[in-house]
C-alpha cells in the first residue's frame, strides 16, 4: 500500500478541467490498494463535492480554505472567533468587508448587498460578532492603518497574506501560523504513515512534492526540467492514473 499525493487542476482534470469517467474508474481501482490525497488551491466544498458525486473514498486538502477532510475526519486549524472579533472590533473603522467560508456557510462582517456577487456562493451569515470558529478569515482593510494592522497580526501569532489590493484598500488572508503549507503536509504524510508518490503539473505542487519518496510530473508540466521522472501520459488521456496503475 501506499499514498498517492495529488494536484488537482491540469493533473487529475483534463485540459477543460473536466476529472473523465475513466480517470474516476481508475481512481478506484487505485483505491482498492492504495490511499490518495489530494492537494490542491480549489475550495472545501468543491473538494468535497467531487468526492461525494463520485463516491471516492479519498481525503483532501484545501490549500484556499486551510482544511479537508483525511481519512474521514476533519482536518484543519481553525482561529478563535474571539481572535476575530477582537480584530475586528479594534479595526473596525478600516475595515471595508471582511469574509469567510467554512464547509456549509459563508460568514461576511460589514454586508453590502452590490458586493453581493463577490462573495463565497455558499450560505450567507450577515454578522457582527461571530460565535463560531473559522479555519481563515479575508479582510478588505483601508490604508491609513497597514503598519498597525499588521503587527498586531504579528503581536497574537496570525499569518497573512496581501491577495489583491488597489488605491484605497488590501484584501488580506488571515490564517494561523501553525498551518504553512510544509507543515500541513508532513502532518498529512506522518498522519497515513506510508511509501509515499507526488504528482503535480505546477511548480507550486513542489511544496509537498519535495516530501515524497517517489517525485513524478505530468507530461504537460513544466516540473519536467525540475524533476526527472515525468509520466509519459498526459492529461487529455487519463495520464496521472495511468501512471499510477500501470508503472
Known amino acids: 500500500m501506499e499514498l ?8 487529475l482534470t483534463n485540459s477543460s478541467s473536466i476529472v473523465l469517467d475513466e480517470t474516476i474508474k481508475d481512481m478506484k481501482t487505485y483505491l482498492t490498494n492504495n490511499k490518495i490525497c489530494i492537494i490542491s488551491n480549489s475550495s472545501f466544498n468543491e473538494l ?8 471516492l473514498n479519498l481525503s483532501f486538502y484545501s490549500l484556499k480554505d486551510l482544511m479537508g477532510i483525511i481519512d474521514e475526519k476533519e482536518f484543519n486549524s481553525l482561529i478563535d472567533y474571539n481572535i476575530i472579533n477582537n480584530i475586528i472590533k479594534k479595526f473596525e473603522n478600516y475595515i471595508y468587508t471582511a469574509w469567510s467560508t467554512n464547509s456549509k ?3 461576511i462582517y460589514n454586508f453590502q448587498e452590490r458586493l453581493n456577487l463577490f462573495y463565497p456562493k455558499e450560505n450567507k451569515i450577515i454578522f457582527n460578532e461571530l460565535n463560531i470558529n473559522l479555519p481563515t478569515i ?8 497597514y503598519d498597525e ?16 489590493k488597489d488605491l484605497k484598500r488590501n484584501i488580506v488572508k488571515i490564517f494561523n501560523n501553525d498551518f504553512k503549507k510544509e507543515f500541513v503536509f508532513k502532518k498529512i504524510i506522518n498522519y497515513f504513515n506510508l511509501k509515499t508518490i507526488g504528482i503535480g503539473d505546477n511548480i507550486d505542487n513542489l511544496d509537498f512534492i ?10 504537460n508540466s513544466n516540473l519536467s526540467n525540475i524533476i526527472k521522472k515525468t509520466t509519459n ?3 487529455d488521456n487519463n495520464g ?6 500501470n508503472r
Do not use: P, R
Open 149 to 164: 494592522f499588521y503587527s498586531y497580526l504579528d503581536s497574537i501569532n496570525l499569518g497573512y497574506e496581501i491577495i489583491a
Open 240 to 245: 496521472c492514473l495511468e501512471y499510477l496503475i
Open 210 to 219: 519535495n516530501l515524497c519518496d517517489e517525485k513524478v510530473s505530468m507530461k
Open 105 to 107: 456557510n459563508s460568514y
Open 138 to 145: 479575508y479582510i478588505a482593510i483601508n490604508n491609513g492603518c
Open 233 to 235: 501520459y498526459d492529461l
Open 48 to 55: 468535497n463535492d467531487f468526492k461525494n458525486k463520485n463516491n
Open 4 to 11: 498517492a499525493l495529488l494536484d488537482f487542476d491540469n493533473t
